[in-house]
């Protein structure tokens, strides 16, 4: 054993240290190598929970939101190999898939792929013959009206409509042309038929063609449209000056008396040429009936006896759909020389259009198109000039207004709008009403425009007059019975207009506001005349029933307060009748005490509750064969009524006996026309009408239930 010799000196061990980043990376790298290893053994198909909608979000995406295709057009891409080229040249990748789809089996796919994506192309690029062909592809892979396409719960089937809509909406914009055309695809073109007769529309022309698709609709909060193929369109209706009116004949025109005004006042104050009303004849229905009345084969109101006091909208536009259609779209759509035809459809006379062996629904937007009416029309811009202006309708023609020209068997229905307001303000009723298909292939609406600080019974005459025009120049009520059934739906003022039309006052309405006589009186023949036609009406024989809205029968409390009195002061009235006043206090000799009942002659100081107009109206009953209704709105959910109001009008006030039906509209203010409660009942009261008179091809409809009643015996309706 060797030892080592005390006090020699040991050598030093060797270190063993490394650095620590060494260790660090050492670990990297097993973390690294376990993570390869582990990835290894997992398989290349995961699955993982996701929510509802994220599922639904992946399953509808489309190229019609703007992004990437969908689902569908991207296994069509891979399974052809094309998802590369698609990346790298979009027009390339289609002009391929175009190639490879001939002969395979999968063609119906490859069609619904070449519509999206030509969509999509187009977004990129805005050009219209890329919309036009996804417009193409979409109607190849529906085929419409043909057997093998594809299922109603496929997802592509609505998405493929989406896409034949859209592609022909930036493929034909504003102005629509409907005519024979050739158009350029990407890959060849398209010759397109038009037939010019579609263009003509109950004697009128359908012009300014306008998409809707693009169009936002406020003020209106439902928007209404209706579902299928096509573009849907507005179209601008036109008088057709080429249109002849067929076989007239004479025939006597309605009899009702006619007032000669001077002729100094009469273009001033007086509906259009009062000072020469003519009963001109006219011709009777054609023969085999027809859509139209007699009086006037356009049904616009045109009529010979008609002095323009009635006439549908000079803004009338219509809901239109336009369709391109191709037979044989699939033996068709992959040449490079196309064929098809453009058909133009009007919503209230074709609701779907014969394809094939089929009836396809076409598109419609028809709350754009009554938007579009109102917009042009800008009816809002007299309802306040209206009220402070006497004369603002004056020489204005028409009056009264028809939304579509008049069609044979069609009941008018005519809104009569309250103070300081005009027809606008009936839109979003007139809106849903229209919804109903029975009300809209079965009444007319007109509606009435007025200065409404004119007196009241000056109004009504105004309306009356309008009213026997528009019956005159239609044919009169022998040659279409449905002009017997007219309708009146008056809100506020516009419901004592409108029963100023349903009474027979004989003398009891002039002896209630003058105090006296009318033989009393020394007065010329033009102011007694005057006096005779708006103090002591008649009853219209054509009116049948009669909604009242808002109404104050007896009077507002609110036109009774001095700042609603300094208001009706600023206004000014129109010269016929402050000169009509002024013979009138004239011819009453010695009695001074008139001065105060007929000076005050505008609507505000008759509505006083204090007026002697407003004392003596509702003591005259309606006539006796007319149905009534009343609509009364209450601010809140009161429990008594009788100290109710609407801020306008109390319940008391609106309330009358003798009517078919009341209903009490609770939380609602005064204009209530709008209220979804109001809009209903005055559905079921249009309903109700027709049940009452059934179109004679037609089997009468069930009569609608009437509204629930109270313990006090008037309707009353939920909360609004």
């Not at 359908?206 to 693009?214: E, F, G, I, S, V």
């Not at 004239?586 to 007026?611: E, F, I």
């Not at 209220?675 to 009468?700: C, F, G, S, Y």
Request: charged share 20%; aromatic share 6%.
């Amino acid at each position: 054993m060797t030892r080592t010799p005390t006090g020699a000196r040991q050598a030093p061990a060797r270190s063993t240290y490394r650095p620590a980043h060494a260790g660090h990376a050492a670990a990297r790298g097993g973390s690294v190598l376990a993570l390869v290893l582990l990835a290894g053994c997992a398989g290349p198909v995961t699955v993982r929970h996701v929510s509802l909608v994220h599922s639904y979000r992946d399953g509808a995406r489309t190229a019609l939101q703007g992004g990437r295709p969908g689902n569908e057009t991207m296994i069509v891409l891979r399974r052809h190999g094309l998802l590369p080229a698609w990346r790298s040249d979009p027009d390339r990748a289609i002009a391929i898939l175009r190639t490879q789809a001939k002969g395979r089996d999968d063609g119906a796919d490859v069609l619904f792929a070449l519509a999206e994506l030509s969509y999509q192309q187009g977004l990129r690029h805005h050009h219209a013959q890329d919309f036009l062909a996804a417009a193409v592809y979409a109607y190849a892979f529906l085929q419409p009206g043909q057997a093998g396409g594809p299922s109603p719960y496929d997802g592509r089937f609505r998405q493929a409509c989406d896409l034949y809509n859209l592609g022909l909406t930036a493929a034909f914009p504003a102005p629509v042309s409907v005519t024979a055309q050739t158009r350029a695809l990407p890959s060849g073109d398209i010759a397109l038929e038009a037939d010019p007769a579609q263009l003509r529309w109950r004697g009128r022309l359908l012009d300014r063609l306008q998409p809707t698709a693009t169009l936002g609709v406020g003020g209106l909060p439902n928007v209404y449209r209706t579902p299928g193929l096509g573009e849907a369109l507005t179209a601008l209706a036109r008088p057709d000056p080429a249109f002849a009116p067929p076989h007239p004949a004479p025939q006597v025109a309605h009899e009702a008396k006619r007032l000669t005004q001077p002729s100094a006042v009469a273009d001033l104050t007086g509906p259009a040429h009062d000072d020469a009303l003519r009963a001109t004849p006219t011709p009777p229905a054609p023969p085999g009936g027809g859509d139209l009345a007699s009086g006037d084969p356009t049904g616009d109101g045109t009529g010979a006896a008609n002095d323009g006091s009635f006439s549908v909208s000079a803004r009338l536009r219509v809901p239109a759909s336009l369709l391109l259609e191709i037979d044989n779209p699939r033996a068709q759509v992959l040449g490079t020389h196309l064929t098809g035809r453009l058909v133009l459809r009007v919503m209230d006379e074709s609701p779907d259009t014969p394809i094939g062996h089929a009836r396809v629904p076409a598109q419609y937007d028809q709350t754009a198109a009554r938007a579009l009416s109102l917009v042009d029309a800008a009816l809002w811009t007299k309802e306040y000039r209206g009220f402070f202006d006497g004369t603002t309708y004056d020489g204005t023609r028409p009056r009264l207004i028809a939304m579509t020209p008049h069609r044979r068997g069609n009941m008018p229905v005519v809104f009569i709008h309250g103070t300081a307001s005009s027809p606008y303000r009936w839109a979003i009723m007139v809106n849903d009403l229209l919804e109903d298909r029975r009300i809209r292939d079965h009444f007319d609406f007109w509606f009435f425009s007025y200065a409404t600080s004119n007196p009241i019974p000056y109004s009504a005459w105004q309306l009356r007059h309008a009213i026997t025009q528009a019956v005159d120049s239609l044919g009169g009520v022998k040659a279409d019975p449905a002009l017997g059934h007219i309708t009146l739906v008056g809100h506020s003022q516009g419901g004592l207009l409108a029963r100023m039309l349903v009474i027979n006052p004989g003398d009891r309405l002039w002896d209630g506001t003058a105090g006296r006589p009318l033989s009393s009186f020394r007065l010329n023949d033009s102011t007694r005349d005057l006096v005779r036609e708006t103090m002591f009406p008649t009853a219209m024989p054509e009116i049948q029933r009669v909604v009242f809205i808002s109404t104050p029968q007896h009077g507002s409390y609110l036109a009774a307060m001095s700042i609603a009195r300094l208001v009706g002061s600023m206004v000014s009235l129109p010269v016929r009748v402050t000169e009509t006043a002024r013979d009138i206090v004239t011819g009453a000799g010695d009695s001074t005490h008139l001065n105060n009942r007929v000076l005050r002659l505008g609507s505000v100081y008759a509505m006083s509750p204090h007026s002697a107009f407003m004392r003596t109206l509702p003591t005259i009953p309606m006539a006796p064969d007319v149905q009534a209704h009343s609509i009364i709105p209450v601010c809140g959910d009161p429990r008594d009524l009788s100290h109710a109001d609407d801020g306008v009008v109390t319940y008391e006030s609106a309330h009358i006996p003798d009517v078919q039906s009341e209903l009490v509209v609770r939380n609602s203010e005064h204009s209530t026309q709008s209220n979804p409660a109001t809009i209903a009942e005055v559905q079921r009261i249009l309903l109700l009408q027709l049940a009452q008179n059934p179109p004679r091809d037609m089997t009468p409809p069930a009569a609608p239930a009437p509204p629930r009643h109270t313990a006090r015996g008037r309707a009353r309706a939920g909360r609004a």
